[in-house]
């Protein structure tokens, strides 16, 4: 189905950014996995290359929060597999403090991490992004935010700023870009069984005393399905994203939540 492009995934060492890029390799996909640790990159790499025989993988270590070092992986993932022709925001950290403790360096983090390293990456690949796209190589952009780019949540203000600085990024870009062969959009998902929401999990433990399992079906509460969202749907999404057919698809901001939006 896709064939040969050339998927960028950044946060791809666990989680949803493993799923998105197992979902990608089935479909035909030439995958570079982005993070800090490359070790967890190498794991994460071994995993990808048994469940996909032939699969075509490269580890590129990145911070998204350091221009360099988004600027120099990206060279060499251009270096080994082409233009990126699919671009996955998905590097992401989520801090949860009352916003009279937030102090700039935390506010910084959250926008660091979850809107600047998203801006960094999309200007690193996208001007041979387009030129691939001229020459008939549709590009995709898909920045993965979350809910909390669509509504407000207490406790977590500067994680809520940051992706609705990912959204309001999303539709920017795909207007500008709407005539140019790429498209741009988010997907916003509820409580993902994540890392994030495992440590959302101990911390909720820590502060209010409650056991672990009461602690997670707090988080799924706000799910009309009572559940956590799974990684492997939201990678079915991105999937969707990226398949033939999907150009009409832009600079939407699509809620993965069970339903949580649509009270």
């Known amino acids: 189905m896709l064939h040969n492009r050339h998927a960028l995934i950044t946060g791809a060492g666990a989680g949803i950014g493993a799923a998105i890029a197992l979902a990608l390799a089935q479909a035909g ?3 570079t996995l982005c993070g800090r640790t490359q070790d967890t990159l190498q794991t994460q790499a071994e995993v990808l290359r048994a469940q996909v025989p032939h699969v075509a993988v490269l580890i590129a270590p990145m911070d998204v929060g350091d221009e360099q070092s988004v600027q120099a992986a990206v060279q060499q993932a251009q270096a080994r597999f082409g233009p990126v022709n699919i671009l996955v925001n998905n590097a ?12 700039a360096a935390l506010w910084q983090q959250m926008l660091n991490v979850n809107l600047t390293g998203t801006f960094h990456c999309i200007q690193a690949v996208l001007p041979a992004m387009l030129e691939a796209a001229h020459s008939g190589t549709p590009g995709r952009i898909i920045n993965i935010a979350s809910t909390a780019g669509l509504k407000g949540y207490a406790y977590v203000s500067a994680y809520v700023a ?3 600085g990912v959204v309001g ?10 005539r140019k062969g790429v498209t741009v959009n988010a997907i916003c998902p509820g409580y993902t069984e994540t890392n994030i929401v495992r440590e959302a999990v101990q911390n909720m433990v820590v502060k209010t005393g409650r056991s ?6 707090a988080l799924a509460a706000g799910n009309p399905q009572q ?5 492997q749907e939201v990678a079915q999404s991105v999937l969707w994203l990226c398949a033939p057919g999907s150009d009409a698809l832009n600079g939407q901001a699509i ?5 949580e939006l649509a009270g």
């Open 92 to 103: 992401g950290q989520a801090q949860s403090q009352p916003f009279a403790k937030t102090d």
């Open 227 to 231: 559940r956590l969202v799974q990684p």
């Open 29 to 31: 996909c030439r995958i």
């Open 212 to 217: 672990e399992a009461e602690a997670r079906q």
């Open 255 to 259: 809620a993965i939540d069970g339903g």
């Open 162 to 164: 940051a992706k609705h």
């Open 169 to 178: 990024l999303t539709k920017a870009l795909a207007l500008e870009l709407a």
